[in-house]
C-alpha cells in the first residue's frame, strides 16, 4: 500500500524567513497530493493540493511543488508569520474511493 | 454550503465500556465518509471508509466498528473499549469522484481510564 513519509518532523523558524516540508510517497499511481493545517485541539484543514499533471502550484505565501519521477512533494511557506505555527500534514492519494494516506505530520514553530 | 457535525466533543469512558461516536454531514448527498483515529503527538490514521450506506471497509484490525445507516450519517462504535482506543476521532467526508478534499468534522476526543 501507499507509504507517505515525511520530514522534518519539527521545524524552527524565525519570523520572516520560509519554511519548507518534504514528503515522499511510495505509490506511483498516486495522482492526488494535498496539504492540511492543523491547530492544536482543531480539525485538520486543506491548505493547498496538488494533482499529478501539474508540477507547482502557489497560493499567496504557499506554494506546493510535485517531483513524480522521485515521488516527492515539498510545501513551501514564504515570510511566516506567529499564526504559520501549527501541524501540518501531507497526504497521498490511495486507489479509488478518494482515500488518503497520510504523513506522520510536522510541527512547525515560527519564533517571533 | 455543507457541514459536518461529530458528538459529543468530549469523552472519558472506562475500559470494557461501549462506545458510539456519531458523525453526520449536511448540505451534500451520497458523499464518500471515513473515520480517522489520531493519537498524541502523531498522523492521522485511516480506520473505516464507506461509499454509501451500509457499505463499510475497514483499514485496520481492532476492536472498533462502524456503520452507515443513513446516507449522511457515519456511526463509530464499539462493544468494550480499551486503554488504547484513547486519541482524537475525526470523521471526514468527500464526494465520490478521486482527486478531491476530504473535508474534516471537529473532532471527538476520547479518553479510556
Known amino acids: 500500500g501507499e507509504n507517505v513519509e515525511q520530514h522534518p518532523s519539527t521545524l524552527s523558524v524565525q519570523e520572516g524567513d520560509s519554511a519548507v516540508i518534504k514528503c515522499t510517497y511510495s505509490d506511483s499511481a498516486s495522482n492526488y497530493f494535498p496539504w492540511y493545517k492543523q491547530e492544536l485541539g482543531k480539525r485538520p484543514q486543506l491548505i493547498i493540493d496538488i494533482r499529478s499533471n501539474v508540477g507547482e502550484k502557489k497560493d499567496q505565501r504557499i506554494a506546493v511543488t510535485l517531483n513524480k519521477t522521485a515521488k516527492h512533494f515539498s510545501l513551501h511557506i514564504t515570510e511566516t508569520q506567529p499564526e504559520d505555527s501549527a501541524v501540518y500534514f501531507c497526504a497521498a492519494s490511495i486507489g479509488g474511493n478518494n482515500r488518503l494516506a497520510f504523513g506522520k505530520g510536522n510541527q512547525v514553530v515560527v519564533i517571533p | ?113
Open chain 2, 1 to 113: 454550503s455543507q457541514t459536518i457535525h461529530q458528538w459529543p466533543a468530549t469523552l472519558v469512558q472506562p475500559v470494557g465500556s461501549p462506545l458510539s461516536l456519531e458523525c453526520t454531514v449536511e448540505g451534500t448527498s451520497n458523499p464518500n465518509l471515513y473515520w480517522y483515529r489520531q493519537a498524541a503527538g502523531r498522523g492521522l490514521q485511516l480506520l473505516f471508509y464507506s461509499v454509501g450506506i451500509g457499505q463499510i471497509s475497514s483499514e485496520v484490525p481492532q476492536n472498533l466498528s462502524a456503520s452507515r445507516p443513513q446516507d449522511r450519517q457515519f456511526i463509530l462504535s464499539s462493544k468494550k473499549l480499551l486503554l488504547s482506543d484513547s486519541g482524537f476521532y475525526l470523521c471526514a467526508w468527500s464526494v465520490q469522484s478521486g482527486g478531491h478534499e476530504q473535508f474534516f468534522g471537529p473532532g471527538t476526543r476520547l479518553t479510556v481510564l
